[in-house]
């Protein structure tokens, strides 16, 4: 490698891990409709409530990284401190794009008010609950892995979302349609086959950064969101669990969904 390339990664590698411990991640293509055989730029972004910072490629960081339509095909990332994060051209069809990253660690130590207000923000205590003996208050140590999907949508006939069966958790949205419209809209999370029951999944809108919806799956795993208005929308929820590491108290996923709204 040489010193440039290597400076390079190493300024992408320390913007990454300053963000890790952003709220949300999402895939923000530069567009979600597009004719077919479309290049489509993919920026891989950290942040909270819909804003954030673009992230380079890390193949180190990346556990899965590709696109579902007819087939599934890897997406090959822009190394180095490229923006956007990859590339690549859709099909006919819906281009549902996935990202999953490895696990990242975090330490919430003493007085460290951020363990607290990531269980209120996400609505975590039920979740927390049911692993009473697990540590609830600080000291804790948490593994986080972060996975993603975003809709491109090429050409005009009907499609549909569907379980890729490729992420340990996934938002599915529900219905058929050639363009989505503001209303409300069902999305269903998955715990790998099989929904999960009590988990809060919001909607973020991009315009104004703001929580426009937002509820508890039900049994089925079901949420109902109010897409209120033309926009980009970040559709996302927290899973956590007692970590299987013993050098780690909880590990959590946060899947998301991110899409677009035309009147």
Do not use: C
């Not at 293509?29 to 993919?42: F, G, K, W």
């Not at 609950?129 to 006939?157: C, L, M, N, W």
């Not at 715990?191 to 937002?214: C, M, T, W, Y």
């Amino acid at each position: 490698m040489t010193l440039s390339r290597s400076l390079t990664f190493s300024v992408g590698l320390l913007l990454w891990s300053t963000q890790i411990s952003a709220h949300e991640f999402w895939i923000e293509p530069s567009q979600h409709y597009t004719p077919t055989q479309e290049s489509v730029d993919l920026i891989l972004k950290v942040g909270e409530t819909f804003r954030g910072s673009a992230q380079p490629y890390l193949p180190d960081e990346t556990a899965k990284f590709f696109v579902i339509n007819q087939d599934k095909r890897s997406i090959q990332g822009l190394l180095g401190d490229s923006r956007p994060a990859a590339k690549v051209t859709v099909n006919e069809g819906l281009n549902r794009i996935i990202h999953q990253t490895t696990p990242f660690s975090i330490r919430f130590g003493e007085g460290d008010e951020r363990w607290d207000n990531y269980v209120a923000l996400d609505g975590l205590q039920r979740q927390l609950d049911q692993h009473p003996d697990e540590p609830q208050t600080v000291p804790v140590t948490e593994r986080y892995v972060r996975v993603a999907k975003s809709f491109i949508k090429a050409g005009p006939a009907e499609t549909a979302d569907a379980l890729s069966g490729e992420m340990p958790f996934e938002l599915v949205l529900e219905g058929s349609w050639s363009q989505l419209t503001p209303g409300q809209r069902v999305f269903t999370l998955y715990d790998g086959q099989q929904p999960l029951e009590g988990i809060l999944v919001k909607a973020f809108r991009h315009n104004d950064r703001s929580v426009v919806s937002q509820a508890y799956t039900d049994a089925d795993g079901r949420v109902v969101l109010e897409l209120p208005s033309a926009d980009r929308y970040l559709i996302s929820g927290v899973i956590i669990r007692p970590d299987t590491d013993p050098n780690y108290d909880w590990i959590s996923h946060w899947p998301t969904i991110t899409l677009e709204v035309l009147n």
